[in-house]
């Protein structure tokens, strides 16, 4: 008795995923059961009789293909024992598995899902809101394409073809193409894939974009001028970014419990890891405002808050011209803002990293103090200020005095 593997021959000419079948020779007979699994042809070693590596999950595959192989060998060898009958129908009967087990289709899209579902608890929300953004924009692309998207087709290709399909700035399509080599990577590690092409793709960088950040002056301005109560609040939140270069999430979740012995200690909600941030007294004014009253920092969402910073800005005269460019592809454009017009919640801590860097805190000071992993992160907050080159420059001119 022998029993081997044959891809389901009526249908090889059929460009779709086409029946395994366990093929049975016994006794002069032959007759096929179905593993009830689809296979590629061009995943399909027919001289190994089993599936190729550059099938998603195919060590799954042939572990079940062997598992199933050996009930059967093992069914055939009771029955003899004991005198029954060896057919297709009696074999079937007797079998764990049936003809309608289906092993779970680990295309890209699916897995994205559960990529997505399995970082739900261990991730930041933000996080988890890019990850479900880009499934949507993969999936949307997919649905471009004659056929569904497969591991096999993220290659250089690909990423040319994703890039001109999104139409984005760098920045953008850089935060998208990175939350897909992350959920890769994850696929990869788990062997659901064996490419690696997509390895090689550039994530656009912003190393030549300058970041807008308030100067200190503008600072001192905006802490003074009159404001109505609804604004006023969103400005004092906006101040204590300034003042201690925390994140917007974690601004608006501090607490009393965190400010211990003239610091900030809190475990910062992206990166989940602590930061211990001084408390100057600018800031400890701020936070007395609120909590000597027993009140919350105020809270507001993250869009309205936005649009409120760009009014605020406005009535503190904060005009200062800003060329804001962004490249997409090989192309760049270029704006001019006035300054209120950038006002966002990340300005914030854009201010507080460059301004203290400016008055010579040490670099590896602030990267400490902000949280980050290397000095590769804070440098794009590092901002090419004119005015501050200029004076910096100018003393090369009192040094060639004599």
Known sequence: MGVKLNLNLDKLTVDKPVTVYHSVHY?????????????EKKHWDK??????????????FNAIFEEQQNEIEGIVLKFERLGHQVNKESIV??????NSIEIQDFKPLSLFQKFIESHGSDKAARTVKGYNTTFKYLKTYSDTLSAPISFTDFDADFY????????????????????????LNWAK??????????LKWKIPNEDGKDHFFLKHDEIIALSKVELEPRLDRVRDLFLMGC????RYSDLVTLKPIHLQNGFINKVALKTNEPVKIPVIPELLELFNKYWNDNQPLPTISNQKGNDYLKEIGKKANLVRPFNYTQKQSRQTKEEIFEAWEM???????????TNCIQIGVPQEVVRR???????????????NDDDFNKVEIMKLSRTQKR
Do not use: P
């Not at 040319?160 to 959920?183: A, C, E, Q, V, W």
């Open 27 to 39: 006794k002069g007979n032959r007759f096929r059961i179905s593993t009830g699994q689809a296979i």
């Open 47 to 60: 001289e190994n009789q089993k599936v190729k590596r550059t099938r998603a999950n195919y060590n799954e």
């Open 93 to 98: 009967s007797q079998l764990a598995w049936s």
């Open 160 to 183: 040319k073809r994703f890039r001109d399909f999104l139409g984005m700035y760098d920045n953008s399509f850089g935060f998208y193409i990175k939350n897909l080599k992350t959920f």
């Open 189 to 198: 590690e788990k062997s659901f894939h064996t490419t690696s092409q997509y």
């Open 243 to 246: 003042y201690c270069g925390l």
């Open 343 to 353: 006002m966002t919640w990340h300005v914030a801590r854009h201010s507080f990293i």
């Open 369 to 383: 103090v902000v949280g980050h992993a290397s000095f590769q992160t804070l440098k794009k907050y590092i901002q």
